[in-house]
């Protein structure tokens, strides 16, 4: 048997399983790419503004479904981004009345003035 008929012969034992592990690869890179489009994916998420009152403190802790977000002069300046769904939004300061909101993020932008109102002595 010469070198190019053993050649031969390797090849068309190899050939059946280079193409089942080709096809297997395609299969993967193929689901993998699916699952990464998010068919059926969630909507958007909504933009959430929050305009601070010149009397609300800029340092009141901003939380959004019990979550530490910032300070509430940060996000006033920069917004934030909420998934659609139902959302409590609520800014604390010690010697403030908490402002506190149920807020359900669909599709329109959201917008609140915050104002923040001192306990009385």
Same mark, same amino acid.
């Given at each position: 048997?010469?070198d190019?008929?053993?050649l031969a =012969?390797v %090849?068309?034992?190899?050939?059946?399983?280079? &193409?089942? /592990?080709? &096809?297997?690869? @395609?299969?993967l890179?193929?689901?993998?790419? %699916?699952?990464?489009?998010? $068919?059926?994916? #969630?909507?958007?998420?909504v933009?959430?503004s @929050?305009?601070?009152?010149?009397?609300?403190?800029?340092?009141?802790?901003?939380?959004?479904?019990?979550?530490?977000i910032? +300070?509430?002069?940060?996000? =006033?300046?920069?917004?934030?981004?909420? +998934?659609?769904?139902?959302?409590?939004?609520?800014i604390?300061?010690?010697?403030?009345?908490p402002?506190?909101?149920?807020?359900?993020?669909?599709? =329109? +932008? $959201?917008h609140?003035?915050?104002? /923040? #109102?001192? $306990? +009385?002595?």
């Amino acid at each position: 048997m010469t070198d190019e008929s053993r050649l031969a =012969a390797v %090849l068309r034992w190899l050939t059946p399983y280079v &193409a089942f /592990l080709a &096809a297997g690869v @395609l299969a993967l890179l193929l689901v993998l790419s %699916l699952t990464s489009c998010q $068919i059926g994916a #969630e909507r958007p998420a909504v933009s959430l503004s @929050l305009e601070r009152s010149a009397k609300s403190p800029r340092d009141a802790a901003v939380t959004i479904d019990e979550e530490y977000i910032g +300070p509430l002069g940060y996000v =006033a300046a920069r917004g934030v981004q909420l +998934p659609a769904g139902k959302h409590r939004i609520t800014i604390e300061k010690p010697g403030y009345f908490p402002w506190d909101r149920l807020v359900e993020a669909g599709t =329109a +932008p $959201i917008h609140f003035d915050v104002e /923040l #109102e001192p $306990i +009385p002595d």
